[in-house]
C-alpha cells in the first residue's frame, strides 16, 4: 500500500490491540504521530484512539494508557464517549481510582459500560473505605436512568459483606427483579455469594429455587451454605453436584472440608481426593 489513510491505520492498530498485540500497535501509532509531525492530515482520531486505549485496558498497561491519555488530549478527543469510556476502563483494571474517577468525571457523556468500570474500580478498593462511594454511585446510576447490566449488578454485590448490609444487598436484589433482568447462572451465584457474607440463610435457600444452576452457582451455594454452619446443606449441595455431573473446583473442595471438619467427619475428608 503506497499511502495509508487513517481508516486503514485504525484497522491496522485495532486488531493488533484487540489481539493483545500492544507493542506492535503502539509502533503504528508512532508512525501517525510522526507523519502529523511532519503534516500529515492522518492524525488520530476518537475511533482509533479509543481503539488503542481499549487494548491498553485489556493489558491492564496503564503506563501505555496514561501515555494514550495525553495523545488524546492534545488532539481534543478526550471528551469523546467512546474515549472517555476507555479511558475509565484502562485506569480502573489498573486499580487507579483517582486517574479513572477524573476521567469519568470529565466525561460529557457516560455509557453504562463507564459507570460499570467506575463501580468496579472503587468496589475492588472497597477495603480502602470505597465502599460507601461505590454504592452512592450505583443509586446516582439509577436515578439517572442509566440501567445497570448484569455486569453492573454482580460488581456492586461485592461490597455487602457484612451482615448490617443484607437489607441494602437485598434492595439490589430487588431493583434487578424490578427491571426485569435475567437471573443467568453468574448473577445467581453473585446473590448467593452476597447472601452467604451477610448471613442471609433464608434468602439463600428462595434464591436457589429460582437460579438456572451451573457449577459456579452450585459452588456459590456449597459456600454460603459451609459459611454459615449449615453443613448438611452444603454436603447435600455438594452430592448434587456429583450427581449432575458438574466439574467440582478447588473452591468446592476447600467448602467441603470445611464442613467436614466442623461435623468432626474425618473419613469424609479422606474421600474427597479421589472425587
Not at 75 to 81: A, K
Not at 120 to 140: H, W
Not at 153 to 164: A, N, Q, Y
Not at 170 to 193: F, I, N, R
Amino acid at each position: 500500500m503506497p499511502r495509508r489513510n487513517i481508516a486503514s491505520w485504525y484497522i491496522l492498530i485495532s486488531g493488533s490491540a484487540r489481539l493483545g498485540a500492544l507493542a506492535e500497535a503502539f509502533v503504528l501509532f508512532s508512525d501517525i504521530l510522526h507523519g502529523a509531525g511532519r503534516g500529515s492530515c492522518d492524525r488520530p482520531d476518537s475511533f482509533l484512539l479509543g481503539a488503542l486505549t481499549a487494548g491498553c485496558a485489556r493489558g491492564r498497561d496503564i503506563v501505555a494508557g496514561a501515555q494514550v491519555h495525553a495523545c488524546a488530549v492534545k488532539f481534543g478527543v478526550d471528551d469523546d464517549e467512546s474515549v472517555a469510556g476507555a479511558l475509565v476502563d484502562t485506569y480502573a483494571k489498573c486499580r487507579r481510582v483517582d486517574s479513572a474517577w477524573r476521567a469519568f468525571a470529565l466525561a460529557p457523556q457516560r455509557s453504562v459500560v463507564s459507570w460499570t468500570s467506575m463501580i468496579a474500580c472503587l468496589v475492588n478498593q472497597a477495603c480502602s473505605g470505597y465502599r460507601d462511594t461505590a454504592i452512592i454511585l450505583f443509586k446516582k446510576m439509577l436515578v439517572l436512568k442509566v440501567w445497570p447490566t448484569n455486569a453492573t449488578f454482580s460488581c456492586i454485590l461485592k461490597v455487602f459483606d457484612m451482615p448490617e448490609l443484607l437489607p441494602v444487598g437485598m434492595q439490589v436484589h430487588g431493583c434487578l427483579v424490578k427491571m426485569g433482568t435475567e437471573l443467568d447462572p453468574a448473577l445467581g451465584s453473585a446473590l448467593m455469594a452476597m447472601c452467604g457474607r451477610c448471613g442471609g440463610v433464608d434468602e439463600i435457600a428462595r434464591l436457589a429455587c429460582w437460579i438456572r444452576h451451573d457449577t459456579f452457582s452450585k459452588t456459590s451455594l456449597l459456600g454460603a451454605y459451609a459459611r454459615n454452619g449449615y453443613s448438611i446443606e452444603a454436603i447435600g449441595v455438594f452430592r448434587e453436584m456429583i450427581m449432575e455431573n458438574l466439574a467440582i473446583d478447588q473452591s468446592a473442595i476447600t467448602n467441603l472440608l470445611q464442613v467436614c471438619s466442623s461435623l468432626g467427619q474425618l473419613r469424609m475428608a479422606k474421600e474427597i481426593p479421589s472425587i
